[in-house]
C-alpha cells in the first residue's frame, strides 16, 4: 500500500456518461496530480493541485476538471464520455518541492467506455 | 519544452543477462530525475532519484547513472521479477515531472 488511494479500481460506462473518480492523498502530502495513461501512451499530465488550489494544468480536455478539497483529497471529472477515454487515470501525490522520493502513485482506476 | 525519450521501447533478456536501459531528456532546469517501475495494472514505484552529472545510485541488482544529456539504468544478472516497464522522468525548475515512454523489460527464465 503506498498511502495514495484511488477509488473505484474499476469503471465501466457508456458513451456520454458523466463519472468522477477520487483520490485520497498520502497523509500530509499536499499535493496531488492526475495523470492518465492509455495502452498506447506513456503517462499523460492532467493536473495537479496544491493544497486545494489549481497550480498547474496539462493536457486535460474540457471535457475534464479536477478539485481538490480542504480535506486534501481530489476528484476528477469526467464527462461526455468518448471510447478513447477509456484508460487507467492515476493519481499520486508529492509532499513540498525538494524531497527526494518524487510521486507516491495510487493504484490507479481504470475506466472503460463502451 | 522538456522531452524525454527511453530507448529500447521494449527489451527482451535471459535471466542473467545484462544490459542497460537509455533516458535521454531536454529539459530547461533538471532539478531532478527520476526512474520508476510499473508492474501492469499498477501505479508506478519510484526507485532512484539523481539530481546531478557524475551521480550513481544503486539499489540490488539495479544502478542508475546520470550525465548532462541521459540518464541509464543497468541491470546486473535479472531475474524475472525485474520484468516490468520502467519510467523516467525529469522534474523541472516549473515544478512539473515530464515521464519518457517507457521500456519494457521482459526476462525469461
Known amino acids: 500500500d503506498s498511502g495514495v488511494t484511488q477509488t473505484p479500481k474499476h469503471l465501466i460506462t457508456a458513451t456520454g456518461q458523466r463519472v468522477t473518480l477520487r483520490c485520497s492523498p498520502r497523509s500530509g502530502d499536499l499535493s496531488v496530480y492526475w495523470y492518465q495513461q492509455s495502452l498506447d501512451q506513456g503517462l499523460q499530465f492532467l493536473i495537479q493541485?496544491?493544497?486545494?488550489?489549481?497550480?498547474a494544468k496539462g493536457n486535460i480536455l474540457e471535457r475534464f476538471s479536477a478539485q481538490q478539497f480542504p480535506d486534501l483529497h481530489s476528484e476528477l471529472n469526467l464527462s461526455s464520455l468518448e471510447l478513447g477515454d477509456s484508460a487507467l487515470y492515476f493519481c499520486?501525490?508529492?509532499?513540498?518541492?525538494?524531497?527526494?522520493?518524487?510521486?507516491?502513485f495510487g493504484s490507479g482506476t481504470r475506466l472503460t467506455v463502451v | 519544452e522538456d522531452q524525454v525519450t527511453q530507448s529500447p521501447e521494449a527489451l527482451r533478456l535471459q535471466e542473467g543477462e545484462s544490459s542497460s536501459l537509455n533516458c535521454s531528456y531536454t529539459?530547461?532546469?533538471?532539478?531532478?530525475l527520476f526512474w520508476y517501475r510499473q508492474d501492469p495494472g499498477k501505479g508506478p514505484e519510484f526507485l532512484f532519484t539523481l539530481y546531478s552529472a557524475g551521480e550513481e545510485k544503486e539499489k540490488e541488482r539495479l544502478k542508475a547513472t546520470l550525465t548532462k544529456k541521459e540518464s541509464f539504468l543497468h541491470i546486473t544478472a535479472p531475474k524475472p521479477e525485474d520484468s516490468a516497464t520502467y519510467l523516467c522522468?525529469?522534474?523541472?525548475?516549473?515544478?512539473?515531472?515530464?515521464f519518457g515512454p517507457g521500456t519494457r523489460l521482459s526476462v525469461l527464465p
Open positions: 522522468a525529469v522534474y523541472n525548475y516549473g515544478q512539473n515531472f515530464v
Open positions: 529539459v530547461s532546469g533538471l532539478r531532478g
Open positions: 493541485y496544491y493544497n486545494g488550489e489549481e497550480r
Open positions: 499520486a501525490s508529492s509532499a513540498p518541492p525538494g524531497t527526494s522520493y518524487g510521486y507516491t
